[in-house]
T-cell receptor, first 115, second 111 residues
């Protein structure tokens, strides 16, 4: 059973703080993703990684960076948190072995509030 | 115009009703079409997927793709209160690992 875990369910940070969101998957998946989900806007891709130390920008990378030092772990970093980064953050993973790449497995999400 | 359009709802129906959820899209390169279900305070989970055009049935759920109209649907028969969730459509071209998601439709099935 695929499991994607995220380090926190709820997080409250102050403006200007550096924030780390951690994601770990246990299925040896090559691909990992970070999304944010906002009411009325749906899921928007922040960054994508298809291998260790590899990363690609998604639709809204500004204000974020990522790190993938190990295959199972993908971190999202907010260098200087701002109130407009208050959102639900979802991590997902998928496998190269699934040729269609159709299925993404999502974590439970981290609801981040920046005050 | 977004690549994938989905009415956010909410859609409120009585228990036992047939539910129709829909998405339209503009990118003719999309070949894989998925429906995810997201319960409150949880991550999305894959419900159904279809490759290219046609229908696919799984229990009470039927996914339908009409590529000529760029329109996909998810039908839920005999809807139950446990079906209350947000349903997200997603689609992607062949050879890509990155789907494009709709905004999601909130469904409420009341007893």
């Amino acid at each position: 059973d695929v499991k994607v875990t995220q380090s926190s369910r709820y997080l409250v940070k102050r403006t200007g703080e550096k924030v780390f969101l951690e994601c770990v998957q246990d299925m040896d998946h090559e691909n990992m993703f970070w999304y944010r989900q906002d009411p009325g806007l749906g899921l928007r891709l922040i960054y994508f990684s298809y291998d260790v130390k590899m990363k690609e920008k998604g639709d809204i990378p500004e204000g974020y960076s990522v790190s993938r030092e190990k295959k199972e772990r993908f971190s999202l970093i907010l260098e200087s948190a701002s109130t407009n980064q208050t959102s639900m953050y979802l991590c997902a993973s998928s496998s190269f072995r699934d040729r269609t790449g159709r299925e993404q497995y999502f974590g439970p999400g981290t609801r981040l509030t920046v005050t | 115009q977004k690549e994938v359009e989905q009415d956010p709802g909410p859609l409120s129906v009585p228990e036992g009703a047939i539910v129709s959820l829909n998405c339209t899209y503009s990118n003719s390169a999309f070949q894989y079409f998925m429906w995810y279900r997201q319960y409150s305070r949880k991550g999305p989970e894959l419900l159904m997927y279809t490759y290219s055009s046609g229908n696919k049935e799984d229990g009470r759920f039927t996914a339908q793709v009409d590529k000529s109209s760029k329109y996909i649907s998810l039908f839920i028969r005999d809807s139950q209160p446990s079906d209350s969730a947000t349903y997200l459509c997603a689609m992607k071209p062949g050879g890509s690992y990155i789907p494009t998601f709709g905004r999601g439709t909130s469904l409420i099935v009341h007893p």
